[in-house]
C-alpha cells in the first residue's frame, strides 16, 4: 500500500508565499518522477510542475519564475515553494508520484487526496 499525504495548504493574501509538502509512504522501492498538478473549481486538473529524481523541473508557464519544486529523494516527500501568488492560483493542489512498488515489476501513477489553496484579492 503506498499513500501520498499533502499538507501545508491555507488561505492567503495576494502576493504572499505557501510552502506545499507531499509525503509519499509504504511499500515503495523507488520513486521516478514526482509533481503538482491543481484543479480550480470549474476546469480541468493541470500541471503545475513536475521534478525527476535526479532533479531536472519542469513548469507550466503561468508559475515560471514565482513557484520552485524540489524534492528529498531520502524522505521520499516533494516541496512546492509558491511566491508572488495571485488568486487565480487558488485551486485544489495535488502531489503526483510515478513510483515502483516493493515487488512490483512496472512503476505506476499515485495521487494524494489534495490540499486547498486559497488566494483572497
Known amino acids: 500500500q503506498v499513500q501520498l499525504v499533502e499538507s501545508g495548504g491555507g488561505l492567503v493574501q495576494a502576493g504572499g508565499s505557501l510552502r506545499l509538502s507531499c509525503a509519499a509512504s509504504g511499500s515503495i522501492f523507488r520513486i521516478n518522477t514526482m509533481g503538482w498538478y491543481r484543479q480550480a473549481p470549474g476546469k480541468q486538473r493541470e500541471l503545475v510542475a513536475t521534478?525527476?529524481?535526479?532533479?531536472?523541473?519542469n513548469y507550466a508557464d503561468s508559475v515560471k519564475g514565482r513557484f520552485t519544486i524540489s524534492r528529498d529523494n531520502a524522505k521520499n516527500t516533494v516541496y512546492l515553494q509558491m511566491n508572488s501568488l495571485k488568486p487565480d492560483d487558488t485551486a485544489s493542489y495535488y502531489c503526483?508520484?510515478?513510483?515502483?512498488?516493493?515487488?512490483?515489476?512496472?512503476?505506476?501513477?499515485?495521487w494524494g487526496k489534495g490540499t486547498l489553496v486559497t488566494v483572497s484579492s
Open positions: 503526483n508520484a510515478d513510483l515502483l512498488r516493493l515487488g512490483s515489476s512496472r512503476p505506476m501513477d499515485y
Open positions: 521534478i525527476t529524481r535526479s532533479g531536472n523541473t
